[in-house]
């Protein structure tokens, strides 16, 4: 017997209209690349999406083709997103971090037909542009005022090919698995793979990313997402910031300490989330300014590990709660939020911290396992750590074209090539990437943990832990460092400070300083050319 309820397709167009019918006057407030401030509301987003799909298609644009985006967090961007989808087009970010060349092969592998770009990237575009047969278009994101002169063919100003259009449009009503969005993944080894979000993937994951034990999210809140739409979906906010009607505030290009700082205070935002360095730029600048962030409630952290140090500033010096999230472009990218289940609920201080230090539990749709090599499954002991593997109705089952099976399983499972162990009340704690977990005399030690420990001496700006070859362990740690301005802590410092509050094994052979710590385009240390660094490196101890 079939259940007899309505077919509504789980379509991303029904997210937008939906803020617009119940939250229409809600703001949509932008930090302009041009500069300065801008105010709309879902009722005008939604109406200019449907000018953009009315002029996607009359340009011929049609459902499947690619239209890639290179911007900055804006109410354009939005908008653009939106009308792509709108025709069963596929949206595909652009990650402005890239190597110029890196983006060539990911807009020729996407074949990409057309292109939203901002200002600021033209002169990239300029030079990609031509190595791409697929491109037909350029869309620049400005108005007549502001556009600049370029030898490019076929480019547009947004704001007057926007005119053209009269918005009385008709969603394309689209089977709800099709195909729209598409980002690749940073791809630290190899070529970057493509994940493909369907409509019912980015519906469903942003209704999980509204439940309160995940993000949490109100039509009350007043959202900034600094996470960028070309950074694993902007978390996706870009669809449950408009579904549940939050007022939403983009910061643009502008991503340093003071310019996040002027956004939350100005616009009162309560809710924010972003990768740890754009956090480390913040509490800077506060401490700098004794500045404090009386409107905020809540900062989802992730993208990479959350230091303690950092929980610990915003909860006891601003009163702002934390919750870190670990999740990955495979995922839509929401995986898992450490907020706090009764099992946890009386913890206060250093126990407290603990819990909020792991990468959370996860929400429903998303079932979690660690397993050894052999795939057999470890208990859940809150020790023992394996690869950690992932399915649900908003992880990839595929990568575009084929790429990358070897991580995917008969039972559905996803290999997320994290290494990580899963406590008793099911909170899950990543120790290392796989390829970076150091293999000392047979056992593992987790380079995260040792990061964290070294993050928090309040003389080190940021640390990174090799495995360094070693003629009788295979490999042992070295302690990578980067000093804060003006301060020379020494290696017996540092090694004295972390002292006692690891396994013995695990702490680090030596300890080098290094000016920088190179960095991916996603904003996570680059260790396969840290280890290309030190791979003439003698410990101490050899
Ligand atoms: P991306 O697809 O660029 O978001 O990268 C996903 C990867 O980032 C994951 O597989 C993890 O290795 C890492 N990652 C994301 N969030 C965290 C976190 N909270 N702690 C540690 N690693 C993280």
Not at 230 to 240: D, E, I, K, V, Y
Not at 486 to 508: H, N, R, S, Y
Request: charged share 20%; proline share 6%.
């Amino acid at each position: 017997m079939l259940g007899l309820m309505q077919e509504w397709p789980l379509l991303c167009h029904k997210i937008l209209d939906h803020a617009a019918r119940q939250h229409g006057n809600r703001e949509i407030v932008s930090r302009t690349v041009e500069g300065p401030i801008v105010r709309t509301t879902y009722a005008d987003a939604r109406v200019r999406a449907l000018k953009v799909a009315q002029l996607l298609e009359r340009d011929g644009y049609k459902l499947g083709d690619r239209i890639a985006t290179l911007a900055w967090n804006t109410a354009r961007h939005l908008e653009a997103w939106y009308g792509i989808m709108g025709i069963g087009a596929v949206y595909h970010t652009l990650n402005p971090r890239l190597f110029p060349e890196q983006l060539v092969w990911i807009m020729n592998h996407a074949e990409d037909k057309c292109l939203f770009v901002d200002l600021t990237f033209m002169p990239l575009v300029e030079k990609i542009a031509p190595l791409v047969p697929s491109l037909q278009k350029v869309i620049v994101f400005t108005d007549a005022a502001h556009m600049p002169q370029t030898a490019l063919p076929n480019v547009v100003t947004y704001e007057e090919w926007l005119a053209q259009a009269d918005g009385d449009f008709q969603w394309r009503e689209v089977d709800e698995h099709t195909a729209c969005g598409m980002c690749y993944t940073s791809g630290t080894t190899g070529d970057p793979k493509g994940v493909v979000y369907s409509h019912r993937s980015n519906v469903l994951h942003a209704m999980i990313a509204c439940m309160p034990d995940a993000m949490g999210i109100s039509s009350r809140d007043v959202i900034m997402p600094v996470v960028p739409m070309f950074h694993a979906n902007a978390w996706g906010l870009a669809q449950s910031v408009p579904m549940v009607g939050a007022k939403l505030v983009m910061p643009g290009g502008k991503m340093d300490g003071e310019s996040i700082y002027h956004l939350l205070d100005s616009e009162k935002v309560s809710f924010t989330a972003a990768v740890p360095t754009v956090w480390l730029m913040l509490l800077q600048y506060l401490e700098e300014t004794g500045k404090k962030l009386p409107y905020l409630n809540k900062v989802v952290i992730g993208g990479s590990a959350c230091p303690r140090a950092m929980t610990e500033k915003f909860e006891r010096n601003y009163d702002v709660e934390v919750i870190h999230a670990w999740g990955m472009t495979e995922m839509s990218p929401l995986g898992t939020l450490a907020t706090i289940k009764p099992e946890y609920a009386g913890l206060t201080g250093d126990a407290l911290l603990n819990v909020k230090q792991t990468q959370g539990h996860p929400p429903f749709g998303v079932e979690m396992k660690v397993t050894d090599d052999e795939n057999r499954e470890h208990p859940w002991d809150g020790k023992t750590f394996g690869r950690l593997k992932v399915r649900g109705p908003a992880v990839a089952g595929a990568y575009y074209g084929g790429a990358g099976v070897e991580q995917f399983d008969e039972e559905g499972w996803f290999d997320t090539g994290d290494v990580a162990h899963i406590d008793p009340n099911g909170y899950m704690q990543i120790t290392d990437r796989a390829k970076d977990v150091i293999k000392s005399g047979g056992e593992w030690i987790s380079t995260i943990d040792l990061e964290n420990l070294a993050v928090g001496h309040p003389d080190v700006a940021e640390a990174a832990v090799i495995g360094i070859a070693h003629p009788k362990w295979d490999e042992r740690p070295l302690l990578v460092v980067v000093r804060k301005a003006g301060k020379e802590p020494t290696k017996t410092d540092l090694l004295g400070f972390m002292e006692g509050k690891v396994a013995k094994w695990w702490m680090p052979d030596d300890v080098a300083f290094v000016d920088a710590i190179p960095h991916t385009a996603t904003g996570k240390i680059q260790k396969t050319t840290l280890r290309q660094q030190f791979k003439d490196y003698k410990l101490p101890t050899a």
